[in-house]
Nanobody
Framework: QVQLVESGGGLVQPGGSLRLSCAAS????????MGWYRQAPGKQRELVAA???????NYADSVKGRFTISRDNAKNTVYLQMNSLKPEDTAVYYC??????????????WGQGTQVTVSS
């Protein structure tokens, strides 16, 4: 069994910052790409940022220059530092990871989601 547990969401004023964390645990053989998605009410889930096992990153255009994704492979953890937050960043943020429990192809795992609300 593999679990992804997120933390760090909450309420913040526009212009503020939050740092999300997502730790993977369980019978993990290897973790491939990790990422963060978000889903606002009435909208489809969208990719926010992703990072490969080697550290290459990509970001949604809407968060470039404001958000930074990073990972600690020793801790099986991925982070999302969110600065200059805007009301339109309000959403449930989900952690995603490609994880192999045995040598071979990885399987997609999701966290339970953490609410981020940007409001004055």
């Amino acid at each position: 069994q593999v679990q992804l547990v997120e933390s760090g969401g909450g309420l913040v004023q526009p212009g503020g910052s939050l740092r999300l964390s997502c730790a993977a645990s369980g019978s993990i053989f290897s973790i491939y790409a990790m990422g963060w998605y978000r889903q606002a009410p009435g909208k489809q889930r969208e990719l926010v940022a992703a990072i490969t096992s080697g550290g290459s990153t990509n970001y949604a255009d809407s968060v470039k220059g404001r958000f930074t994704i990073s990972r600690d492979n020793a801790k099986n953890t991925v982070y999302l530092q969110m600065n200059s937050l805007k009301p339109e960043d309000t959403a449930v943020y989900y952690c995603n990871a490609g994880i192999a429990t045995l040598p071979g192809e990885p399987y997609d795992y999701w966290g339970q989601g953490t609410q981020v609300t940007v409001s004055s």
